[in-house]
Structure formats: C-alpha cells, structure tokens
C-alpha cells in the first residue's frame, strides 16, 4: 500500500509564504513525476507544477516565479514553496506521484488527500 500525506497548509496573508510538503510511504520501488494540483471552491482540479525524478521542473503560468517546486529523492517527499501569495491561490492543494510499487511492475498514479491554503486579510 502506497500513501501520500501532505502538510504545511493553513491561513496566511496575501503576500505571505506557505510551505507545502507530500510524504510517500509504503511499498515503493521507484518514483518518476511528482506534482502539485490544486481545486479551488466550484472550480476543476488544475495542474500547479511538476517535477521529474531528474529535477526538470514546469509550472503553470499563473505560478511561475511566485512558487518553487523541489524534491528529496531519498526522503520520497516533493515540496511547493509558495511566495508573494495572492487570494487567487485559495485552494486545497493535492500532490500527485507517479511510481513503481515493485521491479517490472506498471506505473500507477496516488494522489493524497489534500491540504487547505487560505490567503485572506
């Protein structure tokens, strides 16, 4: 069994910052991409940025030189730091991984289960 929790959301001022962190555990042999995604309140789930097991980066526009994207390989955690946050950016914020649970085995996608973001005054 694989689980992605992630952490770090909560309330913050616009302009302010907020750490996001995604923890895989479990039975895990590789993991290739991970990702951020976030929902906000009667909206579709939209891609915020993505990393390779390489270190390649992307980021959506609305993100780009606001939010940073990194990982720990040997932790199996991504992280999302997020700068100069503006009301917009209120959503919940899913990661995503895609891996290998053993040798020879298919890709699969996990998701975990989500964490709130709030920029308000």
């Known amino acids: 069994q694989v689980q992605l929790v992630e952490s770090g959301g909560g309330l913050v001022q616009p302009g302010g910052s907020l750490r996001l962190s995604c923890a895989a555990s479990?039975?895990?042999?590789?993991?290739?991409?991970m990702a951020w995604y976030r929902q906000a309140p009667e909206k579709q789930r939209e891609l915020v940025a993505t990393?390779?097991?390489?270190?390649?980066?992307n980021y959506a526009d609305s993100v780009k030189g606001r939010f940073t994207i990194s990982r720990d390989n040997a932790k199996n955690t991504v992280y999302l730091q997020m700068n100069s946050l503006k009301p917009e950016d209120t959503a919940i914020y899913y990661c995503?991984?895609?891996?290998?649970?053993?040798?020879?085995?298919?890709?699969?996608?996990?998701w975990g289960q989500g964490t709130q973001v709030t920029v308000s005054s």
């Open positions: 995503n991984a895609v891996l290998q649970r053993a040798l020879g085995d298919v890709k699969r996608v996990y």
């Open positions: 479990g039975s895990i042999f590789r993991i290739y991409s």
């Open positions: 990393i390779t097991s390489g270190g390649s980066t």
